[in-house]
């Protein structure tokens, strides 16, 4: 994605998805799910395209030495605006990490909802991996390609959830084009890279329905539907209906 497209997005997206009570329980849930493999601070952590850094500022605010690095100017600005200590700014593509941070190795590097906006996702994998320490984590958030009916079958749109069973793209909820894949999938790419799977978790179930539904979610409920949201993000078979899911590996 350009930066331009980033920036006409920037406002809606760093403002008012993360401030809803589905954007509270995507950091929240991811936030725990994380804590369950990171080593103790001050740890690294590299977070690419991070964005206005909502996961992981509340790293740094835990004590964890963050390097968040991110393509879009316009997206760091908001990530400057609210940044606590203990963060470097990195403006750089994620295909060119390894370069943007003098080839400095992590103990956690974190890449959440951008390898599916790539049309070639691999070059960016390479750098997550290649910016590992060894036995450092690398944390991904992608699309899930099982449960892609699911939106649009929440949505009432029945011609395009029949076809979804099948396809793996699709317009998102932010307007752009996105590309979906397998747990299954990105574990065998991770391996080949050096990195070994350890976990795997849903990130949204119930909230998502919700909110594809139309219904509002009452903002007084969002930590109930948190603790909701994290257990069934590690049960199947919960966690396999879930749009989006969390894939944690160590390189070797």
């Keep these: 994605m350009s930066e331009d497209t980033w920036a006409a997005i920037a406002d809606d997206f760093a403002d ?9 329980v995507r950091t ?13 601070p001050p740890a690294t952590v590299l977070d690419v395209g991070g964005g206005a850094g909502h996961q992981s500022f509340p790293l740094a605010r835990a004590g964890y030495d963050v390097t968040l690095l991110d ?13 606590p200590d203990r963060v470097t700014l990195v403006h750089a593509d994620g295909a060119n990490a390894e370069e943007a941070v003098a080839g400095r190795r992590f103990d956690a590097v974190l890449c959440h909802g951008v390898l599916g906006y790539l049309e070639r996702p691999e070059p960016v994998l ?22 892609s009916a699911v939106r649009p079958a929440m ?9 979804a069973f099948d396809a793996r793209a699709e317009i998102g909820v932010l307007g752009l084009p996105t590309h979906a894949g397998t747990v299954a999938e990105l574990s065998d790419d991770l391996r080949r890279r050096g990195v070994e799977p350890l976990q795997w978790y849903g990130v949204w ?24 949201e994290f257990e069934a993000g590690r049960r199947d078979p919960y966690r ?13």
């Design 126 to 147: 390479d750098q997550l991996c290649r910016c590992a320490a060894p036995g450092g984590l690398v944390s991904i958030m992608a699309g899930n390609a099982d449960a």
């Design 28 to 40: 929240y849930v991811m936030h725990r799910q994380l804590l369950e493999h990171l080593p103790a």
């Design 205 to 228: 179930l119930f909230v998502d329905w919700f909110d594809l539904s139309g219904t509002e979610l009452d903002p007084a409920d969002a930590e109930r539907v948190a603790a909701v």
């Design 16 to 24: 008012g998805a993360y401030a809803s009570v589905k954007g509270r």
């Design 71 to 83: 393509s879009s100017a316009a997206m760091l600005d908001k990530a400057r605006q609210r940044m």
């Design 155 to 163: 949505e009432r749109r029945w011609e395009d959830a029949l076809a």
């Design 240 to 252: 396999r209906l879930s749009r989006i899911f969390h894939l944690v590996g160590r390189r070797t």
